[in-house]
Structure formats: C-alpha cells, structure tokens
C-alpha cells in the first residue's frame, strides 16, 4: 500500500493511499498530490540509497511520497 | 517519473554560488583569517600598554577579554542555530504544543533517519545525516556540518519557512528531507554563519546534543582515513 502524507500541524496527515490495482484510487491520489503543489508544497520520495528526490509527478512505484513546505535560510 | 533534479529552493537563488567542497574551504580560510585578525587587533594593543605602561593592566586586561570574548560569541551564535528536539528552544517545550502531533511527527522522524540514526536521534534530538560534504547534523533552526577529517565544524541557519504551526520532529524531518534531495543545494539556501574547530562549538552546543557532535566527529574521521 503506498501513502501520500503531507507534514503538517498534526506531526502528518495521510492525504491517500493506494495500491497499483486500484487505479481509482490512484487517480486520487494523483488529484490530491497536485493539489498540493499547487499549494506550493514540495514533494519528496525517499530512495534505497538513502537519498530523497523531489517529484512532480506521482511516481508509480513510491511507497511513501512526503509533501513538505519549502525551506529557508534562517 | 518527473523530477526536478535539486532542490527547488536553490533554483529561487541564482545570485548565490552553489556550495561545494572548494566554497567551504574559502569559507574555512577566511572565518580562521578573520577569527585571528579579530584576536591580532585585540591583543596587540594590549601588549603595547603593559610595554608601555605596566600600571595600564587592567585596561590591557581589557584588550585580552575582547580578544576571547568576539570569537567565543561567534562560536555560540553558531552553535545555538541547531536546536535539538527537546531543548530549551525547542517547539515541543512550547506550552500550546500538541503532544499527540509532537509524538506523530517524531515517529515519522524516526522512521526516516532508520534505525540506526534512531537511537542518536532520540538520545541527542538531532538527526545525523552523512552527506558528500561531510557529515550533517540537523536540528529544528540549523544544521552543523561536521567537515571530513572531524577537526573543523560549519554552522548553518536553515529552518521551515513557515514553521509557527509545525510540531519539532516535522521541522527536522524537513530539513532532512530537503538535505537528502540536494545537499549542495541545502547549503546554498542556509546561511552560512560560523565556521570553527569543533572544540569552539561543541562546548556551546546543548549538553544531551554533545554525543551527536561526537559521534559525528568519529563518523567523519573515519570516512576521511577511509578514503586516503
């Protein structure tokens, strides 16, 4: 199952989750991470070496996509 | 899958170099030139009055207190940006915190730094992160890089740009985040605000957050004997 979350108020919320069967689902999921860039977030997924990439698109493979807001020098 | 290849962050500031090895040399070059031009001016005069005058010690005296005084305090102002999870600056010591968001926010944190991070994690509240440029350690306003090598610490001031409303361990999870994107653009939209041995910073660092420095400067050390 993989998850869409955003990092919020609440320490995170789920915005979707959905498998590579169910492409209603997944369409929803794909609705809901646009909608959060154009909110101005920034999405992000975490790769097996450690790193992280920043998509803008819903990757089809992800098992966790991590919205966050953009960061700033102090 | 389209991505974006570095941070997007970095992209708004074209005016600033991207960092690299080769930047924090010249940052590590000037901050010691100025650091001991700092002390030079303090501590010559105070030199020439007791030469000239011993009866002029307590204004030499003076001198000296400046001379250890500006370098202790960029130091501190260096040292005090990373705020560890927990601490006295920390946004889960807030009395409006919501503890339920609070322990959301650090399991998510958790399970990003995996579980070998974990347990730094939670000892020091600074998330350990090794990079290209070293080895990070990254707190809710700042990071400090611990340089190859492990003598020679960067301090950063980098946070959330909307922050007011975000729990502690999110506020490191997206720092951490954006450092794993693109390290070299992380260090290009942080401020760059000390550079010193790890000694003028580690004593000014948070006491739970000391081991993090330490285990850091041995990550680092290791990585550099590895490596030659």
Known sequence: MARLIRLDRTGHTTLAEWTSEDEAAREQAATAFREQLDAGMIASVQLDDGT??????LPADAELV???RPIAGG | METSGGLAEAASLPWRPRTHAGTLRR????????TSWVVFLFTAPGV???????????????CFAHAWAVPWIQAR??????????????????????AAAESAALGLLGDL??????ELLSETGVA??????????????GAILVRPGGRRLDCWCVRVAEHSDLPAGDRVAHLLLALREDEAGFAKVANFGFSGAWWRVRRHVPKRARPAVD??????AASDRSAS
């Open chain 2, 215 to 220: 285990a850091a400067r041995q990550a680092a």
């Open chain 1, 66 to 68: 991590v919205m966050r």
């Open chain 2, 113 to 118: 730094v995996g579980h070998r991070q974990r």
């Open chain 1, 52 to 57: 992280a990439e920043v998509v803008r698109e």
């Open chain 2, 77 to 98: 102002r260096g040292a005090t940006w990373i705020v560890p999870i927990g601490s006295e600056r920390s946004a889960a010591r807030r009395r409006d915190g919501d």
């Open chain 2, 128 to 141: 350990g992160e090794r990079g290209s440029l070293g080895v990070w350690l990254v707190g809710e306003q």
């Open chain 2, 27 to 34: 940052q590590e070059v000037l901050w010691t030139a100025w």
């Open chain 2, 48 to 62: 020439a009055l007791i030469a000239i005058e011993p009866l002029t010690l307590p204004a030499a005296l003076l």
